[in-house]
């Protein structure tokens, strides 16, 4: 969680710039086989999306079987939260049922002749025949629907004084194997000794917060992890503190990272991607509308739950953001956005920004601006030439272009409509936006685990670390950290 530094040392060790040589993936190729810069025609599209189809890169070599198209129509398990499941392929054909009357369930296909065209073309174009307006006006009212649904759970926040300070401890819980590790300490899968649930503990030595500077950023984290309630974002149960260490009390997300899940895969069909997208862009958007900036989106922060929907952790960036600036150079270096690299005051952009990033990588499997030098790395992103590679399809290219604009000015999700200019976007135009945020959605992949039986099979293994918790002799920074 430490604040990135600029220039990128290769000789610190616990900056998220050194952890970047960790993200390279394996056997990823370094620069793709065939690119693109340009967006292509709809032929071209049509060309691209087949060979996605056909290729075998995505479905090969040991991935797991379930995110093949084939077996995509899994269910997720049932349970109490679970939400009915429908599978995409009926979500579509109840949306051309649902033709005559608007809905915003179902996007229909622009009448543009190639996808890639402009926001502004496109309305041209619905205004230029008869039914292409009423197809322009079925797309405001589906959006004008969209909003007030999105609208409800934006005001979803949890009460500021639902504290447990002093409530429990970590003898309340018995401390299980390492789930991750962090740079102030590490994740524990935990058995509650009252109710015997599981639950993830992230510990932080409070010297190494203090001394790492991120004192500030520790205690936004809990503060804004606390209040947010979205079905995205993990819940924070409750924090607590010993002598020497800060402990924040999680659900445990049993899935595992979804940075593992890609690595396993290589990249993404472009089916499965915009499915996390499009998660990951509702609590995006849920937090922008609650004044919070993220800052730290990357596959490692996106951790399944036990049906396979996204839980967002790590907020040790996130920062409430009323002035709409921050200064603060943080982050990871492959999503930096390129204002917080030239060290411009910037905003929720950013996020966005990763958004752009985070869609390249998974359907590449290997970010837009990659390079084994982190200098070079800061200067792809500056320069901010893309290449694509040939089996990414026009809409997706269209989109990222949008959303990978130097200028903020221009950024998609930082414009007038917000987030409502991706989530409108054409490649989405198959996503049921309000079965996405109400989890009545086939996930594209379920994680083979045994939910509610503390399996950690989903993460890798680490040594044992320190357990020895707990300690009460000489407490340090407890002023710094009252609230804990
Ligand atoms: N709620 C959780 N459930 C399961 N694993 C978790 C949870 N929170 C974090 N982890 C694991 O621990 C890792 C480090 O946690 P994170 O909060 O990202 O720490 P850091 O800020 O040091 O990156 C995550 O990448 C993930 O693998
Ligand atoms: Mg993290």
């Not at 071209?44 to 797991?64: A, C, D, F, L």
């Not at 084994?372 to 399809?393: A, V």
């Not at 939910?451 to 300690?471: R, V």
């Amino acid at each position: 969680m430490q604040t990135a530094a600029y220039p990128a040392s290769s000789t610190d060790q616990t900056s998220k710039v050194d952890g970047y040589m960790d993200r390279q993936p394996d056997g990823t190729p370094k620069s793709p086989p065939q690119e693109q810069k340009n967006n292509g025609s709809e032929q071209e599209e049509q060309k691209s999306v087949e060979k996605t189809n056909s290729s075998s890169n995505v479905y090969s070599s040991g991935i797991p079987a379930a995110l093949d198209e084939a077996t995509m129509s899994q269910p997720a398990p049932s349970a109490s939260e679970g939400p009915q499941v429908e599978s995409m392929q009926s979500m579509q054909e109840a949306g051309s049922a649902e033709q005559q009357q608007p809905s915003f369930s179902t996007d229909k296909p622009a009448p543009s002749s190639s996808e890639a065209s402009s926001r502004s073309t496109e309305t041209q174009q619905y205004r230029n025949t008869g039914r292409s307006a009423d197809n322009f006006r079925d797309r405001q009212l589906r959006k004008a629907r969209l909003v007030q649904l999105l609208d409800l759970q934006r005001k979803r926040i949890r009460p500021a004084d639902h504290t447990t300070k002093g409530r429990y401890g970590i003898q309340d819980f018995d401390c299980l194997q390492t789930l991750g590790t962090g740079s102030f300490g590490r994740v524990h899968l935990v058995q509650s000794k009252h109710n015997r649930l599981f639950y993830a503990i992230k510990v932080l030595e409070k010297r190494k917060v203090v001394d790492m500077k991120q004192v500030e950023h520790t205690c936004d984290e809990r503060h804004i992890l606390s209040r947010v309630q979205h079905p995205f974002i993990t819940i924070l149960w409750g924090t607590f503190q010993d002598a020497k260490n800060l402990f924040m009390v999680m659900d445990f997300a049993e899935g595992g990272e979804l940075f593992s899940l890609l690595r396993k895969c290589h990249r993404f069909p472009e089916k499965v991607a915009k499915f996390y997208a499009a998660e990951v862009i509702l609590a995006l958007d849920y937090l922008h509308h609650n004044q919070i900036v993220y800052r730290d989106l990357k596959p490692e922060n996106l951790l399944l739950d036990r049906f396979g929907h996204l839980k967002i952790v790590d907020f040790g960036f996130a920062k409430r953001v009323s002035t709409n600036n921050c200064f603060t150079l943080c982050g990871t270096p492959d999503y930096l956005a390129p204002e917080i690299i030239s060290l411009k005051p910037y905003n929720k952009a950013a996020d966005w920004w990763s958004l752009g990033i985070f869609i390249f990588e998974m359907l590449a499997g290997y970010p837009p601006f990659y390079s084994e030098n982190p200098m070079k790395l800061y200067e792809n992103i500056l320069e901010g030439n893309i290449s694509y590679p040939q089996y990414f399809s026009s809409s997706s290219i269209d989109l990222m272009n949008h959303l990978l604009q130097r200028d903020i000015t221009n950024r998609y999700g930082n414009l007038k409509d917000g987030s409502m200019d991706i989530i409108m976007h054409p490649w989405f135009r198959d996503i049921s936006w309000d079965k996405i945020l109400t989890r009545k959605i086939e996930v594209p992949y379920v994680p083979p685990i045994r939910a509610g039986m503390g399996d950690s099979s989903q993460f890798e293994a680490y040594a044992t670390g320190p357990t020895n918790y707990g300690g009460t002799e000489n407490p340090e920074f407890t002023d710094i950290f009252q609230d804990f």
